[in-house]
C-alpha cells in the first residue's frame, strides 16, 4: 500500500526522538506485560510493520510470523531478523484455525475496515489456551485530536483514514471474543516533544495508567482463548 510504504523512513525515526523513546518504552512494557511470549511459542504479529515491536521478542526463542500490506515495511521487519514475513490482510489470515500460541496486533487495528472481522480472525487463528493482544491509538486523549485536527490538514497523513477507538469500545470488542478480556491504557504526557511534557509524562505515567487508562494515547487488549 503506497500510503504505508512512503511512511516507513519516517515510522522508525520517529522512535529516536525525545518523545518517541518516551511513547515507546511506555507501550512495549504494557505489550509484554499483556503478552508474555514463552520460548518455543508461535507468535502471528499482525499489521507487524517494520518489526519494531515484534524484534523484541526474538530474545525469548520464539517463532514469529508478520505480515503487513505495506511490502516495504516488511523488507525492514525482514532486516530486523524476522524472516517468515509476508503481504496479508488482517480479515482473511491465510492459517489454519488454531496456528499460534500468541496472536498480536499494535497499532494496526485504527487502519482496518472491519475491526471485529479482523480480532475474530485472530482468536481464529489462535490456540486454545493462547493469547490475542491488540493494541492501538486511543481516542480519548490529546494526542487523537492533534492527529486528526493535522490529518485533516494534510491529505497525505496517514491518519486521514484512520480511526481511534474508545475504552470502552476496546473493552466492549475484547468482551465479544472473551468473557475474561483485559483492557489498559498508556501514554499520558502532553503531546509535544519537549523536554517538559515527557518529564511529566514520566511522572504520571504509571498512576494515570492504574487510575485513569481511558485517557490514554495507546490503549490494549488481551483476550485468553479459552
Known amino acids: 500500500m503506497q500510503t504505508f510504504d512512503s511512511f516507513v523512513e519516517k515510522y522508525d525515526k520517529w522512535f529516536e526522538t525525545r518523545q518517541g523513546r518516551y511513547v515507546a518504552q511506555y507501550e512495549k512494557e504494557l ?28 530474545q525469548y526463542q520464539v517463532d ?23 503481504v496479508g ?4 489470515l491465510d492459517f489454519p484455525d488454531e496456528t499460534f500460541d500468541l496472536v498480536m496486533s499494535i497499532t494496526a487495528l485504527e487502519f482496518i475496515s472491519e475491526p471485529e472481522k479482523a480480532i475474530s480472525e485472530m482468536v481464529r487463528v489462535c490456540k486454545k489456551d493462547g493469547r490475542v493482544v491488540v493494541g492501538t491509538l486511543g481516542s480519548g486523549s490529546w494526542w487523537a485530536f492533534r492527529r486528526s485536527r493535522a490529518a ?6 496517514i491518519f486521514r483514514e484512520a480511526r481511534f477507538y474508545s475504552f470502552c469500545e476496546m473493552k466492549k470488542m475484547a468482551e465479544k471474543f472473551g468473557s475474561n478480556a483485559v483492557v489498559k491504557g498508556a501514554i499520558f504526557a502532553p503531546p509535544f516533544d519537549n523536554a ?6 514520566r511522572m504520571i505515567e504509571r498512576i494515570c ?8 494515547a495507546f490503549l ?3 483476550i485468553d482463548k479459552e
Open 31 to 58: 505489550v509484554l506485560k499483556l503478552a508474555q511470549p514463552k520460548k518455543g511459542e508461535k507468535i502471528l504479529d499482525v499489521g507487524i510493520g517494520t518489526g519494531y515491536f515484534a524484534a523484541d521478542y526474538l
Open 64 to 86: 514469529i510470523t508478520g505480515i503487513d500490506i505495506a511490502e516495504k515495511m516488511l523488507e525492514v521487519a525482514k532486516a530486523r531478523g524476522i524472516e517468515k514475513v509476508s
Open 89 to 92: 490482510d488482517a480479515v482473511s
Open 152 to 157: 485533516r490538514r494534510n491529505p497525505d497523513s
Open 196 to 201: 517538559f511534557c515527557i518529564f511529566i509524562g
Open 209 to 216: 495508567q492504574a487510575l485513569v487508562p481511558f485517557w490514554g
Open 220 to 222: 490494549i487488549f488481551r
